[in-house]
């Protein structure tokens, strides 16, 4: 028996113990978010009114009586002082973006901040993922969990007791140790999954990403100082390493990696607990799988190896990698850009984190009656329609939103569905030997694009519709890509390298 189909029937009715237990286990999902849209709200940048004039300074009335000290294109390119002609006036909150000083001219500060975060990922997901597929998933969510936390605490450091490089330092190491973890989880979630509750499994990791964001921003709008504001996210963060702590390690990295069948049985046989299963695991004859020619990978090297070794997966990490890029560059284009097509910072995130939240509530409708390929190409098609339409000058009646932001919101809505549904199809099409070597290189790729989409409100400033139109082309090529993956849908997924090639010769 193979052990996914072990897990299948061990699975095939899941408990509400199950259902608990996975909860708290992904409480740490909705900490990555948080951590990612942390800078926006904890150091938000105080152009727009949030200013006053020293009371001795005559040119800032003069300017501020003949309107043209109101925003940051006009604030920041006058010859006022800081502390000598205004101050920054708040309204009782705290941003780390005045206390460290990244506005106007520093402003960039602010920003690298924000893409350091993404570089972190990139450089420690390379190698995360070889050592989750040598070590396990489990020791590796742990360690890099506990790094996570205390970095998050060097970052929420007062600005008496530290400065923007001790920030900057910060966002790095939290980027790379919170990634990885969130890849772990995920990679741990889809092999506990039975085949046909993978997209249940799906959402029951998109969700907590999204409901981070929705309780982040309660958060930044209740929590009134910087400091508190980005302790926030240790809380899901412990809740969800602790609850790592009592769970088991993942049955199919037992077998199929470390070849294990008595771990594979004590873990299977947990999880049977759990959910009351009936199943005899002791009786389980377990099939250990092993690729002939190249024995079993044992080594990060040898794993390495077989990615050139057989030439379908090297083309499907390829495809993948770039999927991954463009659609971070389109989410995170627009997540830390919604300011851009808003005059209201709250109102803008808002609708995003709502529009996000229908986008993962939604895409359970795709993902259980359409083929993988068909919802992909059609999320990043409508994606792409939505952004060109946005370019049409056409208004609406309403102060709350623009026709402009109204497109660019379902069009975020499509790719965000679009980005989970190629998540599922990347899980189910990596083999086991290499699932976590496929998922994080394609996050690796993804915070490639989260770093160009950290720095797309720079493209906004150049032009709204000229970078609507990129995202629109990007989105195109993107749904045109993903005819060239295999379908896997209601399919077992590949636990060797062996069983990828198979699948790709039926394309």
Known sequence: MKVEEAVDKINSKPSWRFFVIGILFNASIQATLMLIVGNSLSGFMPYNGLWKCQPNSTRCFERTKNGTVYNRDTFCGEDLQLYTDYVWDLKNR????????????????????????????????????????????????????????????????????????????????????????????SVFNMELSPVKYRPIACIYISLPWVMGYLLYVACGYLIKTWEVLSLVPIAPLLIGLLTTAFVPESPRFLLVSKKDVDATK?????????????????????????????????????????????????????????????????????????????????????????????????????????????????????????????????????????????????????????????????????????????????????????????????LFNWSRSGTLAIFGGLAAVNALLTLRMPETRDLLSPELPSDVKRRYSKL
Not at 360 to 384: D, E, H, N, Y
């Open 94 to 185: 705290t941003t780390f973006a005045v206390e460290f000083n990244m506005t106007c001219g520093n402003e960039y500060i602010y920003n690298l901040c924000n893409t350091l975060f993404f570089v972190g990922g990139f450089f420690t997901l390379l190698i995360g993922g070889q050592i989750m597929d040598v070590h396990g998933r489990k020791p590796v969510i742990l360690v890099f969990g506990f790094i996570t936390v205390i970095a998050i605490i060097a970052g929420a450091l007062p600005s008496n007791l530290s400065n923007s490089t001790v920030l900057m330092v910060s966002r790095t190491i939290v980027g790379g140790s919170v990634m990885v973890m969130y890849v772990g989880v």
């Open 266 to 458: 004590r873990a299977l046989a947990w999880f049977a607990r759990l959910n009351r299963s009936p199943v005899n695991v002791d009786q389980m004859d377990l099939e250990v799988e092993c690729d002939d020619k190249d024995g079993p990978k044992v080594t990060m090297m040898d794993n390495l190896k077989t990615l050139v070794t057989y030439k379908e997966m090297g083309m499907q990490l390829g495809i993948m990698c770039y999927q991954w890029i463009t659609s971070a560059l389109l989410y995170y284009g627009f997540t830390f850009s919604w300011s851009k097509l808003s005059d209201d910072l709250y109102i803008a995130y808002l609708f995003a984190a709502l529009g996000d939240f229908l986008a993962q509530s939604l895409q359970l409708i795709p993902m259980f009656l359409l083929p993988r390929k068909t919802t992909i190409v059609a999320c990043f098609a409508s994606g792409a329609a939505c952004l060109f339409l946005a370019l049409i000058p056409f208004e609406i009646k309403s102060k709350v939103v623009s026709f402009k932001q109204l497109l660019s919101l379902l069009g975020a809505i499509c790719i965000s569905v679009g980005w989970n549904t190629i998540f599922l199809q990347g899980n189910e099409a990596a083999p086991t030997t290499h699932r976590a070597i496929f998922n994080t290189w394609v996050s690796s790729a993804g915070r490639l694009g989260s770093i160009i989409g950290t720095q797309a409100n720079l």
